[in-house]
């Protein structure tokens, strides 16, 4: 499965950016950019996703729709959070939400083995 790093390596790569661009891009709640060793420890896996102002930046410097961020990362959009739904409403939410997803497989050309096994087609696509 791709990983939140990953992806951000991917998609920093195909703008042609340098890990020093993309760092300098990214900055915290209190103004400082992101370093560069923290952005190579992101980008390669060595260190869990970071907290959710970090990945809303990740995503708006490289053009990428937030939510694809927060579901590589193991996380809930934060516009998402705010509902209060009941167990029967979020069974349904994810019941469609698979649904979409089986649906999309289905009618993909392309399929690859592995993308079978290991993650819903159309997640390397989105960014």
Do not use: W
Not at 12 to 24: D, E, F, I, M, N
Not at 38 to 47: Q, R
Not at 114 to 122: A, N, V
């Amino acid at each position: 499965m791709k990983t939140f790093g990953k992806a951000v390596r991917e998609r920093r790569k195909a703008l042609g950016l340098t890990q020093r661009q993309l760092a300098a891009r990214v900055r915290f709640e209190d103004g400082h950019a992101l370093s560069e060793p923290y952005l190579n420890a992101i980008e390669h896996d060595l260190c869990r996703p970071p907290r959710e102002h970090i990945i809303a930046q990740f995503a708006h410097a490289l053009g990428t729709n937030p939510d694809v961020f927060f579901y590589l990362a193991g996380r809930m959009p934060p516009d998402l959070r705010d509902f209060e739904l009941t167990n029967e409403e979020l069974q349904r939410a994810f019941g469609m939400f698979r649904r979409v997803l089986a649906e999309g497989r289905k009618s993909a050309p392309h399929k690859r083995a592995h993308d079978e096994i290991s993650r819903p087609d159309g997640i390397d696509r989105a960014i």
